[in-house]
T-cell receptor
Framework: AQSVTQLGSHVSVSEGALVLLRCNYS??????LFWYVQYPNQGLQLLLK????ATLVKGINGFEAEFKKSETSFHLTKPSAHMSDATEYFC???????????WGAGTKLIIKP | GAVVSQHPSWVICKSGTSVKIECRSL??????MFWYRQFPKQSLMLMAT?????????EQGVEKDKFLINHASLTLSTLTVTSAHPEDSSFYIC???????????FGPGTRLLVL
């Protein structure tokens, strides 16, 4: 069965510091992996995705993620945090049978001034 | 990217009434759409998969008679919360996979408050 685990329901970093949000998955087939961002009272916006090819994926707003098969991870990073990055982030893996997404529990990113 | 809209963005209704929420794919066709429910400070919970021209597939524990789903065209799916009660108050979000099924695009969500 496929699953997604996001380590840390809350992550706090200082403005300008490195952002690292962790995501581990389990999948018996090559996974399609996604990071979505959700601002308060809004739907989800695709940040970036990995399907095939290059394992380092660049997304919007300066975020990137690296697919590491050996570690079954897809951690999200940003070199320098900005106050506007403070919100909720969700990692997901696409279910291979019917294109549904299996979601992590979410990580709230807190930016300290 | 593809655009998915939802209407209304928020709705307040009295207990016992029914509420319809629309989900539209604006610039692509979607034979499948997904309906989610999100409780405060939690992740998304998949309620059902809406299939154009056929019955929706509901997740375990979701009452199909309470949450009626209709996928009448390739760009529109509706979720009707029938005989709404305060416990149905939540944030409802729809999504539709892109043409190649690779990515899901999400609507902005509908906030439902049942008094």
């Amino acid at each position: 069965a496929q699953s997604v685990t996001q380590l840390g329901s809350h992550v706090s970093v200082s403005e300008g510091a490195l952002v690292l949000l962790r995501c581990n998955y389990s999948s018996s087939v090559p996974p399609y992996l996604f990071w979505y961002v959700q601002y308060p009272n809004q739907g989800l916006q695709l940040l970036l995705k990995y399907t095939t090819g290059a394992t380092l994926v660049k997304g919007i707003n300066g975020f990137e993620a690296e697919f590491k098969k050996s570690e079954t991870s897809f951690h999200l990073t940003k070199p320098s945090a900005h106050m506007s990055d403070a919100t909720e982030y969700f990692c997901a893996v696409r279910r291979d049978s019917n294109y549904q997404l299996i979601w992590g529990a979410g990580t709230k990113l807190i930016i300290k001034p | 990217g593809a655009v998915v809209s939802q209407h209304p963005s928020w709705v307040i209704c009295k207990s016992g009434t029914s509420v319809k929420i629309e989900c539209r794919s604006l610039d692509f066709q979607a034979t499948t759409m997904f309906w989610y429910r999100q409780f405060p400070k939690q992740s998304l919970m998949l309620m059902a998969t809406s299939n154009e021209g056929s019955k929706a597939t509901y997740e375990q524990g979701v009452e199909k008679d309470k949450f009626l789903i209709n996928h009448a065209s390739l760009t529109l799916s509706t979720l009707t919360v029938t005989s709404a009660h305060p416990e149905d108050s939540s944030f409802y979000i729809c999504s539709a996979p892109s043409t190649g099924q690779e990515t899901q695009y999400f609507g902005p969500g509908t906030r439902l408050l049942v008094l």
